[in-house]
T-cell receptor
Framework: QKEVEQNSGPLSVPEGAIASLNCTYS??????FFWYRQYSGKSPELIMS????GDKEDGRFTAQLNKASQYVSLLIRDSQPSDSATYLCAARDQGGKLIFGQGTELSVKP | SAVISQKPSRDICQRGTSLTIQCQVDSQVTMMFWYRQQPGQSLTLIAT?????????ESGFVIDKFPISRPNLTFSTLTVSNMSPEDSSIYLCSVPGTGKNYGYTFGSGTRLTVV
């Protein structure tokens, strides 16, 4: 059974702080990993993708991948109240399917 | 990335009836995926819709309950059959981006309530 695991949270950080979201996956055949943001009542929105070991930065977001440890993380710098949402980690398996974690609820307090 | 139009956005249905959800994509895509998101939960893959062949269902989902059509490379439907309150969920279609570093795009979702 291919699994993607996340802490469900909620994770609460003050405005301006760094939010750190973590994810592990079980399928070593997974090649690409994604972070989606989902606001309540909305569909998931892609914010980061990564497939090489190391860090990938895009604005305030940094995704980190460690394939040896089967670990993916997302850092959000200078967190804003508008970042409050559920963050979904997903792994693409070799058949092209996305397997999602259970999501981490992030709350950024003003 | 592709743009997906999903209909209906929401519906309230009587138990025992069926609802068909449509997704129209603005470009041709080989695979389309159907997900279910139960209240407070993450996304669970129902099936992969392949053009020209039968859909591939995940464990726990069967064709009689969730028949899927894929008449061409831009369109798919998912039917939720013989509904019960346990089918109350958000249903989403999704298509992959091009290249391994491109994520998947989602439709806006169909919020289904079965009473």
């Amino acid at each position: 059974q291919k699994e993607v695991e996340q802490n469900s949270g909620p994770l609460s950080v003050p405005e301006g702080a760094i939010a750190s979201l973590n994810c592990t996956y079980s399928d070593r055949g997974s090649q690409s990993f994604f972070w989606y943001r989902q606001y309540s009542g909305k569909s998931p929105e892609l914010i980061m993708s990564i497939y090489s070991n190391g860090d990938k930065e895009d604005g305030r977001f940094t995704a980190q991948l460690n394939k040896a440890s089967q670990y993916v993380s997302l850092l959000i710098r200078d967190s804003q109240p508008s970042d409050s949402a559920t963050y979904l980690c997903a792994a693409r398996d070799q058949g092209g399917k996305l397997i999602f974690g259970q999501g981490t609820e992030l709350s950024v307090k003003p | 990335s592709a743009v997906i139009s999903q209909k209906p956005s929401r519906d309230i249905c009587q138990r025992g009836t069926s609802l068909t959800i449509q997704c129209q994509v603005d470009s041709q895509v080989t695979m389309m995926f159907w997900y279910r998101q139960q209240p407070g939960q993450s996304l669970t893959l129902i099936a992969t819709a392949n053009q020209g062949s039968e859909a591939t269902y995940e464990s726990g989902f069967v064709i009689d309950k969730f028949p899927i059509s894929r008449p061409n490379l831009t369109f798919s439907t998912l039917t939720v059959s013989n509904m019960s309150p346990e089918d109350s969920s958000i249903y989403l279609c999704s298509v992959p981006g091009t290249g391994k570093n491109y994520g998947y795009t989602f439709g806006s979702g169909t919020r289904l309530t079965v009473v």
